[in-house]
């Protein structure tokens, strides 16, 4: 119903910038909101930002200041970018979507397949 392709990820030093994209495709009818979750080894996985498709942005504490989270309705695209990095955001990062599809009265959460982020000191 719905694909996330995730792009973006890799290795980079600390103090490091990445930006991370995600492009849904399918029966989307309206996306209400996009978001990024990571997954340390070991850890659950946890909010890092979400944005609604007005444009309000919500963080994690850990991450204020460093990241920023956009999106593009037109296109069911959300981006993040990473600045300041730190080993501790060492983590497969994940897209999700709450988006309604064709058909049914219901959102339902979708999500990327995940994209590793390793940040060396």
């Known amino acids: 119903q719905v694909q996330l392709v995730e792009s973006g990820g890799g290795l980079v030093q600390t103090g490091g910038s990445l930006r991370l994209s995600c492009a849904a495709s399918?029966?989307?009818?309206?996306?209400?909101?996009m978001g990024w979750y990571r997954q340390a080894p070991g850890n659950q996985r946890v909010l890092v930002a979400t944005?609604?498709?007005?444009?309000?942005?919500d963080y994690a504490d850990s991450v204020k200041g460093r990241f920023t989270i956009s999106r593009d309705n037109a296109k069911n695209t959300v981006l993040l970018q990473m600045n300041s990095l730190k080993p501790e955001d060492t983590a497969v990062y994940y897209c999700?979507?709450?988006?309604?599809?064709?058909?049914?009265?219901?959102?339902?959460?979708?999500w990327g397949q995940g994209t590793q982020v390793t940040v060396s000191s």
């Open positions: 944005i609604t498709s007005g444009g309000s942005a």
């Open positions: 999700n979507i709450r988006a309604r599809v064709w058909g049914r009265a219901v959102s339902s959460d979708f």
């Open positions: 399918g029966s989307i009818a309206s996306a209400n909101l």
